[in-house]
């Protein structure tokens, strides 16, 4: 790997880890703050579906990216450290606001926070897909996700230490300061010129007619419910059931993202072997047996366990899903059609979260699970659909991500 090759990577696991511990809070430890001002999970449903949805608008984003050299500095560079400085700003007014007192102000900021996040994820992977050749797609995504996965371990353990021997303000304080991370290297990093046949094209959006990107949506919306909306119950059943301390709800949580991590750094490696289709089929197999039997889960030490092989099968999962996003992706609109792939995904998202929370009220945990992990049985009927030309490439007809970049191997 040369030097260019292994700071790229490295930049794209530390943007990836910023973003893993803004997501670590609100989709894992952000039910746990707020009920602890009594705020129903109907409320904290409704919260994260809101909080996310710069997720489902960064398609927007994409588009602004692929098409406008901001400052001149770039189409991806200066979006990054933009949408950081956005994030890390919002996390330090989060801690200003009573939840309790202002809820609606506090979910505005929380949009703005993401909306920050949502701008750097969009450019990063544009950047990833500007540079990465279609043999390592899967190893990108795997590091992604796993350095994803890392922010989430550590605010995971981090949060649940600082919320009993200090307060939530330093847990806001930490997060402000794991967002700002990447930035020197993001200055490091050198953004190549376009090549020719590479420059912006609305006709490049007629890709999304294509019965195989409609089906990989649908099979993103359908993952990302289940997925989502069982991580976000997790620490609430745990400690509904059993009285578990905010520590320990860090420490499950640091174990779910080391299952992620590995997850996604082995899932990324085997998809490159095996294929996509075998690998989203053994993904969808994952998520419905461990989400299952997180409903069965009949003591804090058994969930140990269960809360690791969730985490593997969440983190394999994502991974393939994006690695196989990438494959579809037509490079004229790189940042814009992934941001959309990944748009329509955060749908499921918010799914699953405002579901996950509301059902939880009405049914308790244990039924919600049951009912996410059934889920996946309509998914499989979706993968014929999606992989039924393995031959037809990206780029709508022009050149091959192998000639099309300057992906150094």
Request: charged content about 15%; proline content about 4%.
């Amino acid at each position: 790997m040369t030097q260019t090759k292994r700071l790229r990577y490295s930049t794209f696991s530390m943007l990836y880890f910023a973003q893993g511990s803004i997501l670590g809070y609100f989709t894992a430890l952000n039910a746990i703050y707020l009920r602890s001002f009594g705020i129903t999970m109907t409320q904290i449903g409704i919260f994260s579906a809101m909080a996310l949805m710069p997720l489902i608008l960064k398609i927007f984003l994409g588009m602004l990216s692929d098409r406008v050299n901001l400052f001149r500095l770039g189409y991806r560079k200066p979006y990054i450290i933009l949408g950081l400085l956005i994030q890390a700003g919002g996390q330090l007014l989060f801690m200003l606001i009573n939840p309790a007192q202002s809820f609606v102000l506090l979910t505005m900021v929380a949009f703005l926070s993401l909306t920050g996040m949502a701008m750097y994820d969009t450019c990063t992977d544009g950047f990833a897909l500007d540079t990465t050749p279609p043999e390592d797609e899967g190893t990108v995504q795997g590091i992604m996700v796993a350095g994803r996965a890392l922010g989430i371990v550590l605010i995971s353990a981090t949060v649940g230490v600082l919320s009993e021997l200090a307060d939530w303000d330093a847990v806001f304080i930490s997060l402000a300061v794991m967002t700002l991370l990447p930035v020197p290297m993001v200055l490091l990093l050198k953004e190549p010129s376009r090549p020719p046949g590479r420059n912006f094209e609305w006709s490049a959006f007629r890709a999304f007619g294509k019965k195989q990107v409609v089906a990989l949506g649908l099979l993103g919306i359908v993952g990302f419910i289940i997925t989502s909306g069982a991580n976000q119950l997790i620490n609430p059943f745990l400690q509904e059931s059993y009285g578990i301390s905010y520590m320990m709800a860090g420490f499950y949580a640091a174990v779910w993202g080391l299952g992620v991590i590995l997850g996604g750094l082995t899932g990324g490696r085997l998809t490159d072997r095996i294929g996509h289709p075998k690998a989203v089929k053994g993904a969808l197999m994952a998520s419905l047996v461990t989400v299952f039997l997180i409903a069965f889960t009949a003591s804090p030490a058994l969930a140990w366990p269960l809360v690791f092989l969730f985490g593997l099968s969440y983190g394999y999962f994502e991974t393939v899903y994006f690695a196989t996003s990438m494959e579809k992706t037509d490079l004229r609109i790189a940042a814009s059609m992934f941001a959309i792939l990944m748009a329509v995904a955060n749908i499921g998202s918010g799914i699953g979260l405002a579901a996950g929370g509301i059902l939880s009220d009405w049914i308790g945990y244990r039924y919600t699970f049951m009912l996410l992990a059934l889920l996946n049985l309509p998914a499989f009927l979706l993968l014929r659909a999606v992989f039924r030309k393995q031959a037809d490439r990206r780029t709508g007809g022009q050149a091959d991500r192998r000639t099309s970049g300057p992906a150094d191997k």
